[in-house]
């Protein structure tokens, strides 16, 4: 029996010194570049830190306190616009995608051509988007809207600041994440359209039922993994908004398109405020994490795994 154990510890030596050389490399670069960001951004959070000193002096929770007590409420603008923007984009995103996906996949010809004008917003860079979506909402006759609305259609008598009111600047900031991100969920979904088993289509033929009776029993089921990814790359995403609100509003007017990571940006290199900006990351992700919970709860994928 102690025979036996030696051998088993031998060999446990062994498969490390064989694997460590190809291990090692990825867990420096994970413990560099995300374990100890990770831990030094929760040390900061709960201290004031002076980069240019190098001074981090612990402070507790008053880095919290400053942001939630907050005379302008930016935080409150700022946390209120993720999660409406998370409201607002991501059921087009999930529904756009599901529907154009199962469209083109049922296409005899043309399909490669629908996917690529589909994807092609997804790989275009958020700053020319961003440039495009400004000039389309631009404040004067330069505008595109304005343009269309005041002078060709005269539907309304004067120019608007679209990008300069709080509602119309989200709105915008809506648009754009929606026409961006709506391939992205074709393709995803369009790979799993391909995997479904096609023998339960043709049961389905056989029993006659119709397209929407397939689409509804067949392929929604058979999605609900996928949607489940989407899902939880869209909140997470919704998030991590930051490029097309730097871009277009600059979180105007006073702070009421804000978003979580365009305050953290702000606080962190326009105010120096680094405990203050680390303090808004940690609730960001903390609400992600929060929501991914509760997605993986309402979904109940652990219980379909066991089964």
Known sequence: MVYRIKNYKRRDLNGWRYCLPFVLPGLILTAVFVLFPMVFTLRIAFSNYQIVQGNITFIGFENFKSIFTESNREFWYAYRNNFLYAIVTVPFIVFGGMVFSYLINNLKKGGSLFKVGFYLPVITSWVIVSLVFKYMFNNSSRGLINYFLVDILHLLPDYVPWLLREWSGNMAIWLMGIWKNTGWAMLIYLAALQSIPIILYEAADLDGASNWQKFRHITMPSLKPTTFFVLVNMIIGSFNVFLQVML????????????????????????????????????????????????????????????
Do not use: C, H, W
């Open 248 to 307: 277009l509003t600059s979180g105007g007017p006073n702070g009421k398109t804000s978003v979580l990571q365009y305050m953290l940006y702000d606080r962190a290199f326009g105010k120096f405020q680094f405990g203050e900006a680390s303090a808004v990351g940690l609730i960001s992700s903390i609400t992600i994490v929060l929501l991914t919970f509760i997605l993986n709860r309402v979904f109940k994928l652990d219980n379909q795994e066991e089964k």
